[in-house]
Structures are given as C-alpha cells and as structure tokens.
C-alpha cells in the first residue's frame, strides 16, 4: 500500500513538471515570435496584457482591419506632431502590415504604406538607407498598379508625386546626387500635368513646389555648388509663404538654407538678416530652450564668420542669448553651454578682449572637469589658451606651467608622438629655454577655432579636481 502511494506521488510529480514544461514552451513561443508572419501579426495584433476591459474597449476588439489601419495612420500623425518619433514609426510600421492584409501585395494603398514608412524613417529618425528600401518596394508595387482599373485612379498620381519625391530625399541623403535629381525631376514634371488636368488644385500643388525646390536647392548645397543653389532656396520659400504664411515655422529651415548659401558666396549681411528673421520665427512658436539656444547661436555664427567690425554687436549680442537660455542646464545642456561660452571667448580674443576671455576660460574649468573629466580634449585646449593669455600679460612662469598641463593630459590621451603632443612639447621647450621671451604656444594642428564645440567625449578617464589656474 505505502509503495502505491509513493508511486501516485512520483506520477503527480512527473505530470506536474511536464505541465510546467509546456507551459514555459508555450510562453516562450508567446514571447519570442517564430517565424516573419507572427511577427506581422504581433505587429497588427493586441497583445494579452492589452485585452483588459478596464483598458480597452469592446468596440475596440471588435474593429475591422481596414478601421485599425486607419486608426494606426490617424496614431502616426498624432505621434509625429508631437515628436514622439519611435512611437510614430512604430504606427507606420503596422500601416504597412495592416494595408497588405487589407489590400494584398499588388495593391497601391500598399504602395502609398510604404512611402509613408520610408518618409518616417527619413524624417524622424535619419535612416536614409532604410527609406530608400521602402520606396523601392513601393514602386515596384505602384509600377504594377498604374494600369487598368488604376490608371485612371488620381490617388494613385499623387502616391507616385511623394513617392518620387521622398526616394530623392533619400537619395539626397545618401549623396547620390544624380540620382536624387532624376526622381525630383519626375516628382515635379508628374505634379505640374496633374495641375494642368485638374486633378489637384492650385494649392496643393505649391506644397509640392516648396517641398521640391527645397530638396533641389539642397541637391546643389550638397555638391557645393551655392550659386545653382540660392535660386532653388529663393523659390522655395515664395511658395511657402505662398502657402503657409511668412510666419510659418516651415520656413525656418529654407530661411537657414538660403543664408548658407549667401554665407558661402560672401553675402553676409543677407545671410545675416535671413538667420534673424528664423530666429524670429522660431521664437514666436515658443520653443524649448535647447531649440532657442540653437537658433540664437546660428546667428552669432555668421556674424562671427563675416569677420566684419560691424557685425560683432550681433555676435555679441546673440551669443549672450544662447548662453542665457542654457545657464542653468545640467548634463548635455551644460556641455553645449560650455562649447558656447569657448566659441565666445575666441570671439572675445579675435576682437580685443584677451583679459575677458581669460577670465571667462579660468571661471570655466572647473565645470568642464565636472562636465568631461580631468583628462579630456576640452580641459587640455582651455589650460593652453590660459597659457596663451598669461604670455601676453608677461607671466611666463603661469604660461609654462599651464602649458606643461595640457601637454601632459594630451599625452595621455594621444600618445606623445601625436601631432598635438609634439606640437604643444615644442612651444614648453621653447619656454623653458627662454622664459623671459614672448613665444606664443602653438596651435595644435587641425584645432577647431571655436574651442570645446563637441558634447562630452568617450575619452573621459577621470573627474578628479583640477589644481587651480594661475
């Protein structure tokens, strides 16, 4: 008796485990999809945990495919406007698998899924390469479809406008210049016929103009070529305001495109004011104030690069208000502050006011050891422009001992035969054997002029406190 008990001891147990088996097969399964269809269905599917009444409705599981394709764009959009980038790609990403289930394989709705996901992938999230695949695969579906019954379809014409378009794009940023210029041809030979038909109003078409003249203008800018380029960005921005208004945030980046350009053929006071005028814009649409800082900071740039006396009010002007909006940041905000505040203090040497700068410089090293750490490209460039300065005030002893840090924190972090090592052991020699010479330490070569003008390197080896600056 006691051993048939054990024996329906051991059975139970054996079942139990085998239950506990299956049941972790089946929630692996659940959780890991095993082939490409499970994928697309998880992807159109609601999930286990998403089924509770209290967090869904009935009406909500009871929606057809073609409802829950149009409620993934209607999603997409709302994500898109809210910059919420990952979440909009995600909705697009269902669009596609919903309108093949809806549609089939062949069909142009499909097509028009797969533009929307390759402009998402360009737009929100910079993936060129990954647009230029959907685009692809919405041609060769669109190639299918323009025929009968769908030839005489004008969704289809204007599926065929973006499409062209947004694979120019990609191109554009894939530096394919030749072949981006091809499709935008066809992008604005195919809208300007359906205007000349009557199958899209006036407007509609000046959108399209805008948007194409634009990725024009910057075919050319890519290929360095700013004078076929201004036109393109002239153009661009009439049909904008045409359409949007003079106010309109979208015509902020043809504003900073066109004062590019004028920058690179030498017409300063135009790029200048084009720069103000988006700074304008971008103010009026209350921005957060890493988006104030960036565009204050572009004009502080150009005025900085025009190189003109009359110009340096504006560049002062300008780089006080970017260093404003980011005083109190923490993180990656204080480090832009920080490469703000050094491109500042080179503005501040060029023009005269050494003593500022080097006020300024000593003020800062101790939160770009905070920022960057000890040994870091950002301590090394402030301590050899603090050496600078001290020679120019005659203090040849703080000079060398400033420029003796830095060669000593370059040399961690490169090597001593780097070009900057050698080059910064160089001008420490020379001041050892004649410190009562004015020798200006020399720059390390391909320095940026504007110092600290990257975020926090991968190159941090430590935070320990500096010694104080002389």
Not at 315 to 343: H, P, R
Request: net charge positive.
């Amino acid at each position: 008796m006691a051993i048939t008990k054990k024996r329906k001891v051991a059975d139970d147990i054996r079942v139990a485990q085998r239950d506990n088996v299956y049941k972790s097969m089946q929630e692996s399964q659940e959780a890991h999809p095993s082939n490409p269809l499970d994928e697309v269905v998880a992807a159109v599917s609601i999930t286990p945990a998403q089924k509770t009444p209290s967090q869904l409705p009935q009406t909500a599981l009871l929606q057809t495919p073609r409802e829950k394709l149009h409620l993934c764009e209607e999603k997409a959009k709302s994500y898109s406007s809210r910059h919420e980038d990952r979440k909009a790609v995600q909705e697009l990403v269902r669009c596609v698998a919903l309108a093949r289930i809806c549609y089939g394989d062949c069909h142009w709705k499909l097509a028009e899924a797969h533009v929307n996901l390759a402009r998402g992938y360009l737009q929100l999230k910079g993936l060129s390469l990954q647009a230029k695949q959907h685009a692809e695969k919405a041609k060769e579906i669109l190639t299918n479809a323009i025929m009968p019954p769908y030839n005489d379809n004008t969704d289809v014409f204007k599926c065929s406008v973006e499409l062209f378009h947004t694979l120019g794009r990609a191109l554009l940023s894939l530096q394919k210049f030749k072949d981006a210029a091809e499709n935008l041809t066809k992008a604005e030979r195919l809208s300007k016929e359906l205007l000349q038909c009557g199958r899209i109003i006036k407007e509609e078409w000046t959108e399209i103009q805008a948007r194409t003249k634009l990725s024009f203008a910057q075919v050319y800018q890519g290929q360095k070529k700013s004078k076929e380029a201004l036109p393109y960005y002239q153009e661009a921005l009439e049909y904008i305001e045409t359409s949007r208004g003079g106010n309109s945030l979208e015509c902020v980046p043809i504003l900073r495109g066109l004062a590019g350009a004028e920058q690179a053929l030498g017409f300063h006071d135009t790029s200048i004011d084009h720069l103000i005028q988006a700074h304008l814009i971008v103010l009026s649409g209350k921005p957060s104030p890493e988006e104030a800082t960036a565009s204050a900071h572009c004009v502080a740039r150009a005025a900085v690069t025009s190189g003109r006396p009359e110009h340096r009010g504006v560049a002062e002007q300008y780089f006080q208000e970017s260093m404003t909006n980011l005083k109190a940041a923490e993180g990656m905000g204080k480090a832009k502050f920080l490469s703000i505040q050094d491109e500042y203090c080179h503005f501040l040497h060029v023009t005269g006011h050494e003593e500022k700068a080097a006020s300024i410089l000593r003020e800062s090293l101790q939160s770009k050891v905070g920022v960057f750490g000890d040994l870091s490209p950002e301590v090394a460039e402030t301590y050899r422009l603090l050496s600078g300065a001290d020679l120019a005030q005659g203090n040849h002893s703080g000079a060398h001992r400033k420029l003796k840090k830095c060669l000593q924190i370059q040399t961690l972090l490169y090597g001593p035969q780097d070009k900057r090592a050698l080059a910064t052991q160089q001008s420490v020699d020379a001041l050892s054997k004649a410190p009562e010479t004015a020798v200006k330490p020399k720059q390390s070569p391909k320095a940026k002029p504007a110092f600290c003008t990257g975020g926090p390197q991968n190159t941090v080896l430590g935070k320990a406190r500096p010694p104080a600056a002389d």
